[in-house]
């Protein structure tokens, strides 16, 4: 990719550096917020793209292998956070078609606490309420865009932020009216994941 820096202003940037908006919107959401990963994720992407501009794909791949190299170490070392992060994609990308979840703020759990310190889970609210669960408060948690890159293009692949379908709108998480089976399944219990573990291993 050969363009002549800095470009005068974003628009600029961005028309001569990507093939189409829509990969930046592609390096936005795979950076989620972080701007040590945007750095790194960019870096990689311009690599591969060489002296074209940078292409969904290539934000894809730099991703994957961003992932790979800085954030997957842990959970190949960590059994328990292994066996919570599959639990977790299974759960809500190819069960709900979604790349968030709720948890209850009284949920407490050490490893889904040092997967967020990995930037492998990020908060994208500290406390949210709904109409439909008056009086409970959740977090809402998405998981890491190299969690699920793999799966996208295929028929795993998550279509909303909560829900199917639905994406959030800037600070504001649709949620279908007076859907309170739609709420529950966008809910995620720890305690089950802890009481199939225990299952399976009864004497730790």
């Known amino acids: 990719m050969s363009i002549d820096l800095p470009a005068k202003d974003a628009d600029e940037f961005v028309r001569t550096s990507f093939t189409q908006e829509l990969a930046f919107q592609e390096l936005v959401r795979a950076c989620e917020g972080v701007p040590r990963d945007a750095i790194n994720i960019l870096r990689l992407a311009a690599v591969k793209a060489g002296e074209q501009r940078i292409s969904i794909p290539h934000v894809r791949e730099a991703a994957k292998a961003w992932y790979d190299r800085d954030k997957s170490a842990y959970v190949n070392s960590n059994e328990e956070a292994r066996a919570l992060l599959a639990w977790i994609v299974n759960e809500v990308i190819s069960g709900r078609k979604a790349r968030a979840f709720l948890v209850n703020t009284d949920a407490s759990y050490t490893v889904m606490d040092r997967l967020y310190d990995e930037r492998i889970l990020h908060i994208a609210r500290k406390s949210y309420s709904t109409k439909q669960e008056p009086g ?39 949620v279908p009216v007076d859907d309170l089976r739609a709420i529950r399944r966008a809910i995620l219990d720890i305690e089950t994941f802890r009481a199939s573990r225990q299952a399976v291993s009864p004497g730790d």
């Open 136 to 174: 409970v408060r959740f977090k809402v948690w998405k998981i890491d865009y190299g969690c699920y890159v793999d799966l996208i293009n295929t028929s795993r692949a998550p279509t909303g932020f909560l829900f199917e379908g639905i994406e959030a709108d800037g600070e504001e998480i649709a």
